[in-house]
Nanobody, 119 residues
Framework: QVQLVESGGGLVQPGGSLRLACAAS????????MGWYRQAPGNQRDVVAT???????NYTDSVKGRFTVSRDNAKNAVYLQMNSLKPEDTAVYYC?????????????WGQGTQVTVSS
């Protein structure tokens, strides 16, 4: 099993910044991908940004140029720096870790952290 603990959410005004952190512990594979997803009320959970063991990153179009995902392999942690926040970024943000094995992948989710962008 893998445990994921997120932190850093909160209330911020439009144009502001927040930094989310997710720390992983437990049975973590030697190769794993981490990522951030978000879910607004009434919507499905969508990917925001992902980062591989080799530091390859991907972002959803709506956050490109504003959000930056990074990881610290020594700490098994992933971060999401969110700048120029907009009201439409309001959602519960979830951290996901995917253990990658030779023939399968196993996914784990954090409990989520609320981000609210409002004046």
């Amino acid at each position: 099993q893998v445990q994921l603990v997120e932190s850093g959410g909160g209330l911020v005004q439009p144009g502001g910044s927040l930094r989310l952190a997710c720390a992983a512990s437990g049975n973590i594979a030697s190769i794993y991908t981490m990522g951030w997803y978000r879910q607004a009320p009434g919507n499905q959970r969508d990917v925001v940004a992902t980062i591989t063991s080799g530091d390859s990153t991907n972002y959803t179009d709506s956050v490109k140029g504003r959000f930056t995902v990074s990881r610290d392999n020594a700490k098994n942690a992933v971060y999401l720096q969110m700048n120029s926040l907009k009201p439409e970024d309001t959602a519960v943000y979830y951290c996901k870790l995917t253990n990658i094995y030779h023939f399968t992948q196993v996914q784990y989710w954090g409990q989520g952290t609320q981000v609210t962008v409002s004046s």
